[in-house]
């Protein structure tokens, strides 16, 4: 270290130990660079928002035999349909959810470098494998086949990308330290040079070459939320880390970094109503979404529906739904299938402990026990079954045509609901993560008010504002961690 660094406790510093942060340490140990990691949680709540996930990952790939050398062999491969994903496709779906609000630079660079980053991980000692269990339909002869894009994921999901994570970095000498929350920037002669840090045995100041923040957004505060988000998002439900609470972005904000990206919408989803700690659950994850929705109908408490189900794969839905039911009478929604669908519902989601379901044998008697009006319900129920189109095939693998003619229309997979006995799942809010961030050029590099880098502070992750807007396409969070954190931990 030269003489200049005497003072530094490390060459780089990382806040935030969730997949962008470790992407960005082990990019940084892989030069040479002396790292500490800093992670608000204990070790046993550690992880950020990506332990909560199921660990899908969308990448780039020409198909099952080019992702042969990057997943774990299963003997349903030889079976298996793996439509290719390209990288126009990948555009073309970030360009399509958010409404053309994506920034043409870093989604470039996402989809271009998708498949190299999770190869990289791959050798460092990071596992995935094919998603068969959320990725795929058994078709009727045995084989199966991939549908929507998103195909990949990490072995355990994101118990399983922490614990590689955790693992790779402390094989490579990162210094990880945990109960270190971030609160503030050292900022000298216009530069960043470190950190100040809340720990277990007071406030320390922690400096460093250079500072990458990877600690998420403003999800987990309430206030903030309903700030940036509107008031009613105060009472949504935190599916992941409760510690994602926005200091650092104030923080940024507060040296002058420029806001980036959209501050106004955020990922959420439909979320299990009901059961007992359904927020930031470290035993049940990803498992409290309902995600099966796209089979059957959503009705309000007035027994309504709202929203087109089958509008699109649940890849490109789920994400934006939540919002929708945050808006309803009471933020509250009810999933309704009948006997026919309820076996296609995904299994470690609806088959879950404890789950919040309602069964009964006709519809009145559902009606009753949701304690919604029973003549709306009926009717709602009785124009959907009449508007199927019954001489249409269903084909859940394919966006088949087979609408409702109603109001909203149900676009695809339109199946009746009418033969007992019959389910219904309640659902609110449950956010997952802000769209809003940091501005940043494609290195990376924080950009000021005049659009110049703040020297010495780089972004990854869920801190990096510009990629998602309205909605984003399942898996490209987990990627876009993979990839920009690599790339900031490759110049920090």
């Not at 190869?119 to 460092?124: F, I």
């Not at 003549?375 to 199927?388: P, Q, R």
């Not at 409702?404 to 339109?414: I, M, R």
Request: proline share 4%; net charge negative; hydrophobic share 35%.
């Amino acid at each position: 270290m030269n003489m200049d660094n005497r003072e530094l406790d490390a060459e780089v510093i990382v806040v935030g130990a969730g997949n962008a942060g470790f992407s960005a340490a082990h990019a940084a140990r892989e030069r040479g660079r002396t790292v500490i990691l800093l992670e608000a949680g204990s070790e046993e709540t550690a992880g950020g928002n990506s332990f909560y996930t199921a660990g899908a990952t969308r990448i780039v790939h020409d198909g099952l035999k080019d992702l042969s050398d990057l997943v774990e062999a299963d003997e349903r491969h030889s079976v298996s349909e793996v439509p290719p994903y390209s990288k126009d496709e990948y555009i073309a779906d970030l360009l399509r959810v958010t409404e053309g609000r994506t920034d043409l630079e870093l989604a470039d660079i996402l989809a271009e470098e998708s498949h190299s980053a999770l190869s990289w991980l791959k050798s460092l000692g990071l596992k995935y494998r094919l998603m068969y269990e959320r990725q795929a339909y058994e078709r009727p002869d045995g084989s199966y086949l991939f549908w929507g894009g998103l195909h990949v994921g990490n072995v355990d999901g994101g118990q399983g990308l922490i614990a590689d994570h955790t693992a790779v970095a402390k094989k490579m000498g990162t210094d990880i330290r945990y109960e270190h929350r971030a609160t503030g920037l050292l900022v000298e002669d216009g530069r960043v040079r470190g950190v100040i840090v809340d720990t277990p045995d007071g406030t320390v100041t922690l400096r460093a070459e250079s500072l990458v923040l990877t600690a998420g957004g403003f999800e987990a505060n309430p206030e903030m939320r309903a700030d940036h988000l509107g008031e009613r998002w105060a009472n949504a439900k935190v599916r992941g880390t409760p510690h994602n609470q926005g200091d650092m972005l104030n923080a940024a904000l507060d040296v002058g970094a420029s806001r980036g990206g959209d501050w106004e919408t955020c990922h959420s989803v439909q979320w299990d109503a009901f059961t007992p700690q359904n927020e930031s659950n470290r035993e049940l994850t990803n498992r409290l979404t309902r995600q099966s929705y796209h089979l059957g109908v959503l009705v309000n408490n007035q027994g309504r529906r709202f929203l087109d189900e089958g509008a699109d794969f649940r890849n490109y839905t789920y994400a934006k739904y939540g919002k929708v039911i945050l808006e309803q009478p009471d933020s509250i929604a009810y999933q309704i299938f009948d006997r026919n669908i309820r076996p296609m519902l995904r299994t470690e989601e609806y088959d879950m402990p404890q789950i919040s379901e309602e069964v009964a044998d006709t519809l009145p008697e559902l009606a009753e026990k949701l304690n919604i009006d029973s003549d709306a319900f009926a009717a709602t129920i009785g124009e959907y079954n009449s508007g199927v189109l019954r001489d249409v095939d269903f084909d859940p693998t394919i966006k088949d045509g087979r609408r409702s003619d109603v109001t909203p229309v149900k676009s695809n997979w339109a199946l009746p609901i009418e033969s007992g006995p019959f389910y219904a799942y309640p659902v609110t809010c449950g956010i997952t993560f802000t769209f809003g961030g940091l501005k940043s050029d494609v290195e990376g590099r924080v950009l000021d008010e005049s659009h110049q880098p703040i020297p010495g502070l780089l972004v990854a992750g869920e801190m990096l504002g510009g990629l998602f807007s309205l909605n984003y396409p399942g898996g490209s969070g987990l990627a876009a961690g993979c990839v920009f954190g690599r790339r900031v931990g490759t110049i920090a």
